[in-house]
């Protein structure tokens, strides 16, 4: 089913999102972006109509302007910060994305594509019109959402190392705390999931 937001709900969605990042600790010019463009956003949101359980928009902070050990941190489960797994340097993604601070729109966590193997996500979403997320974008998703209560994600708009893997967020075995780390492209897991927006900017 498709809807659209009311400006006083996304408005409000709006605040808690900046509320949230500078609670886990984002500079405070990095909010200032992102709070400067709220009028954009709102406008650009009451505009588009939300998928059954689509999020109307999340702030991103690229890695151009955080790196991967500071943006990871941002995600908690209870008391339990993020963990990278992996490194960073030889991440590189596949989608153009902007060099500062912005926001996507009309995203899907995931659920739509479990068990679904990263190798086949951007055929799928092609013909849906839509983008899969980059690490700094999943990363924001696992900021904002429990998303990895419920599953863990691909971020399939990105690579590691290779062009055969893919980074990916979860919750590390035994321990719950959230990790970052990577697996290859052809492998598919039913906990998992490619999460995907419809627009960024």
């Given at each position: 089913m498709l809807k659209r937001k009311g400006r006083r709900q996304l408005e409000e969605f709006f605040n808690f999102q900046i509320t949230t990042i500078r609670d886990r600790g984002a500079p405070e010019q990095i909010v200032e972006i992102l709070?400067?463009?709220?009028?954009?956003?709102?406008?650009?949101?009451?505009?588009l109509t939300f998928g059954n359980g689509n999020i109307p928009f999340l702030p991103v902070i690229?890695?151009?302007?955080?790196?991967?050990?500071d943006l990871i941190v941002m995600v908690k489960n209870?008391?339990?910060t993020g963990r990278?797994?992996?490194?960073?340097?030889?991440i590189s993604d596949v989608a153009r994305t902007p060099q500062t601070p912005y926001y996507?729109?009309?995203v899907e966590d995931g659920s739509?594509?479990?068990?679904?193997?990263?190798k086949n996500i951007r055929k799928i979403f092609k013909g849906q019109k839509r983008c899969p997320l980059t690490v700094a974008e999943a990363i924001a998703l696992a900021i904002h959402t429990d998303v990895l209560l419920r599953h863990y994600v691909?971020?399939?708009?990105?690579?590691?190392?290779?062009?055969?893997l893919v980074p990916d967020i979860g919750l590390l075995d035994g321990s719950g705390r959230p990790g970052l780390a990577w697996d290859y492209v052809h492998n598919s897991f039913n906990?998992?999931?490619?999460?995907?927006c419809g627009n960024r900017g």
């Open positions: 709070q400067s463009q709220k009028g954009v956003v709102l406008k650009k949101a009451r505009k690229p890695r151009t302007f955080r790196g991967i050990y209870g008391e339990k990278v797994c992996l490194d960073p340097t030889e996507i729109y009309n739509a594509t479990r068990g679904e193997p990263p691909w971020a399939s708009g990105s690579r590691y190392g290779f062009a055969d906990q998992w999931g490619s999460p995907s």
